[in-house]
């Protein structure tokens, strides 16, 4: 499953973030990219480990962890540190697959799904869009500033060349306590479902007690804790 999240950062969050970004230090990008990838990766990526840095990744961190729709749709267990990566004209990632797992000791975790949240806005560069491999075929995105595309790690992407103009995006990863795909997919119909009967019953009438009774059961089923 493939979506798209609009605004998860507003346009003043959008605005602020830009801001911040211009000054920050960057450094080759393929100093964080595997073997395979680091063939084709032609970025930039912030130091976000000073205090510039620090109030970007809490403004982005709080902005997408926390965002419902996609705690619904992912199911996370645990998020990788945040990236945020700067590609200017004739730079791109070429087609590659993200690695299986990332970090180390208590921080490793398994990539289920990877996100990138777009910080510039499309008119302002051209190319540079994100290109996934999906089985009803190619999905291109380029969405608008503040939104966030959402997709399988188990997919072959690429980002496209820049051609002109600089695309700016934070990206990460999602360990989600649902291992299997199909069965997250159910759980978000689920979700869905409950936010669309929530407009039309209390919390205790049957239909949304047993939705709950329901969801709640798989999640012990297919579920890590």
Aim: net charge neutral; hydrophobic share 40%; proline share 5%.
């Amino acid at each position: 499953m493939m979506i798209t999240l609009s605004g998860v950062l507003s346009p003043d969050d959008v605005e602020e973030v830009t801001k911040l970004v211009s000054g920050l230090t960057w450094r080759d990008g393929t100093t964080t990219a595997g073997a395979t990838a680091r063939k084709v990766k032609r970025n930039q990526q912030a130091d976000l480990s000073g205090a510039t840095g620090k109030v970007v990744k809490k403004l982005l961190q709080e902005s997408i962890e926390l965002h419902p729709v996609l705690r619904a749709a992912a199911q996370p267990r645990r998020f990788s540190p945040l990236m945020v990566s700067r590609t200017g004209s004739g730079g791109g990632y070429g087609r590659h697959i993200d690695n299986a797992f990332m970090g180390t000791g208590e921080r490793r975790l398994r990539t289920d799904l990877s996100f990138t949240l777009f910080l510039s806005d499309p008119a302002t560069y051209e190319g540079g869009e994100l290109d996934v491999e999906t089985p009803a075929g190619q999905h291109l995105a380029k969405p608008a500033a503040g939104d966030l595309v959402l997709y399988p790690s188990t997919t072959l992407h690429e980002v496209r060349p820049v051609i002109s103009g600089e695309r700016i995006v934070c990206i990460g990863w999602i360990e989600s306590s649902i291992r299997d795909a199909a069965a997250r997919e159910i759980l978000f119909d689920l979700e869905n479902l409950r936010a669309t009967l929530a407009r039309q019953h209390t919390p205790q009438s049957p239909e949304m007690l047993t939705l709950s009774k329901t969801v709640s059961n798989l999640l012990r089923l297919w579920g890590d804790a």
